[in-house]
């Protein structure tokens, strides 16, 4: 981590580092899932589609709390 007051980097201790393997990260939905596999692009548009589900329901939610106010 760069320290810019003292202008010098550090180095993380190791009990800072996070714990486990890839293998274990790989294995980590092992038997938990239906089987389907997906691209890293499937998984970001999966994520931006619920991103924009909660935004526009926040969006919703919030109009309604208004509309009680007045």
Do not use: H, Y
Not at 38 to 63: K, M
Request: proline share 3%.
């Amino acid at each position: 981590m760069f320290d810019p007051m003292k202008g010098r980097s550090s180095v993380r201790r190791a009990a800072d580092a996070p714990e486990g393997s890839w293998g274990d990260l790989r294995n980590f939905f092992a038997g938990k899932t239906n089987g389907v596999r997906l691209s890293i692009e499937e998984i970001n548009d999966a994520i931006a589609d619920a991103g924009a589900a909660a935004g526009t329901a926040g969006l919703v939610d919030g109009a309604q709390k208004a509309r009680r106010k007045q």
